[in-house]
């Protein structure tokens, strides 16, 4: 595939002022004067256009993008040895749906090669194009979506932001093994769309509940293969810059402590950082700094991973926890490096999912085992193989 085609090269005006060689921009290659070869990078970074649903037209309006890298770029490096690429914007489709296309094909394309997208700027609807980027791949999928609303609207008139997360519970063939929504707000939400969620062994965690307990979060994060991130879910004294501010919300902290975790998730191969609106944003574009922060956490997870994913090494001590009834026993593993809990979830009979049935867990799980009870993250997974 010729990236070329798919993409614009970057202003010069975003990169000229930045001095210091020990910047993020510094540290990165991006499409300025030609394509940098993406097959040997780690992360690609993809500006996505804003598409004005309501006047049916395209746009290669890219502000969104290039106000979070101007703030990116200016960063420090963080750890490790940087091998990411800035492929540049991508060119808006003739449609919506051409659009949603174009993203999958490119992600679809990068993870393939072992490159993990991060898409900035567009609407949320585009995780459509982040998440059929799987459809090809022949494994279930988990979904992160980090959002204030539930953006599960069956009506068409509501836009493509209001029910793309519908569309794609409802997506066929169907390729999602779970989906966990993070920081809805109640108030916000219809109660019908959780009792769905629930029904389906799907997890939503509500903005208080997340803030209360966001180190139990953590393993949720990390079981997802893809995460979404609408920035509308950051409080407005944080994050004016969106169309619809919300004054109660997740502070700039606690999305970055997200990120970071998301980064450290091995198995996560995309994440993409919508709804920014540079418009709405104030004078120093505080949003767009929120957002490049957020960034570089994430990418700072990314370089502390661990390579944790191979449980038949001896860096795992591995705990059976035999039970009262059925089932006869569950099984733990516990990272010797990170001291990370995860749980085994045997198939049914019959079952042939290519999927590996160790969840991550944590040290609460263990200890609900010990005292004859089964964890509710073993049930719900079992339940969803079945």
Same mark, same amino acid.
């Given at each position: 595939? @010729? ?12 990169f ?19 394509m940098?070869?993406?097959k040997n ?14 006047k ?16 990116l ?11 990411i690429i800035?492929?540049g ?6 449609s ?48 992160l ?5 539930? @953006?599960?609207?069956?009506?068409e ?27 809805y707000q109640?108030y ?6 959780i009792?769905?969620?629930e029904?389906?062994?799907?997890e939503?965690?509500?903005?208080g509940h997340l ?56 198995k ?12 709405? @944003? ?22 502390n ?9 001896n ?24 001291e ?14 290519e ?11 263990y ?12 049930i719900?997974t079992?339940s969803?193989?079945?």
């Amino acid at each position: 595939m @010729d990236l070329k085609i798919f993409f614009s090269p970057l202003d010069e005006e975003l990169f000229s002022n930045i001095a210091g060689h020990n910047t993020f921009f510094h540290s990165i290659r991006v499409n300025h004067d030609a394509m940098p070869e993406y097959k040997n990078a780690d992360i690609a970074i993809l500006g996505l256009p804003k598409y004005d649903e309501k006047k049916g037209a395209k746009s290669d309006n890219w502000q969104a993008a290039d106000e979070i890298r101007k703030k990116l770029y200016c960063l420090k490096k963080g750890s490790g040895t940087y091998r990411i690429i800035d492929l540049g914007n991508l060119n808006a489709g003739i449609s919506l749906d051409e659009t949603y296309l174009r993203i999958r094909e490119v992600c679809e394309m990068l993870i393939d090669n072992n490159v993990l997208p991060l898409l900035i700027g567009g609407s949320h609807d585009m995780d459509i194009g982040q998440f059929r980027a799987y459809e090809e791949m022949k494994k279930l999928v988990s979904f992160l979506n980090v959002d204030a609303t539930l @953006d599960m609207d069956d009506d068409e008139a509501a836009g493509s932001n209001a029910r793309h997360i519908h569309g794609i519970l409802l997506h066929e063939p169907n390729f999602l093994f779970n989906y966990s929504h993070l920081g809805y707000q109640s108030y916000l939400i219809d109660p019908s769309h959780i009792s769905l969620l629930e029904k389906l062994y799907f997890e939503a965690y509500r903005l208080g509940h997340l803030r209360e307990h966001i180190k139990e979060m953590e393993p949720i994060i990390r079981d997802a293969d893809m995460m979404s991130f609408d920035i509308g879910a950051i409080k407005s004294l944080d994050a004016p810059g969106v169309n619809n501010p919300q004054p109660f919300g997740l502070t700039g902290e606690e999305a970055c402590q997200i990120c970071w975790y998301a980064g450290l998730n091995e198995k996560l191969s995309s994440a993409g950082f919508y709804e920014y609106e540079p418009e709405s @944003d104030d004078a120093n574009k505080k949003t767009a700094a929120v957002i490049a922060t957020m960034l570089w956490y994430f990418v700072e997870g990314f370089y502390n991973r661990k390579s944790e994913l191979s449980f038949k090494t001896n860096d795992y001590l591995k705990y059976v926890v035999s039970m009262p009834d059925d089932p006869e026993a569950i099984v733990f593993y516990k990272s010797k490096l990170s001291e990370k809990w995860w749980l085994e979830v045997p198939y049914p009979d019959g079952n042939q999912y290519e999927r590996n049935c160790i969840v991550p867990c944590n040290y609460k799980d263990y200890e609900l085992a010990t005292q004859g009870q089964v964890p509710d993250r073993w049930i719900s997974t079992y339940s969803k193989l079945l």
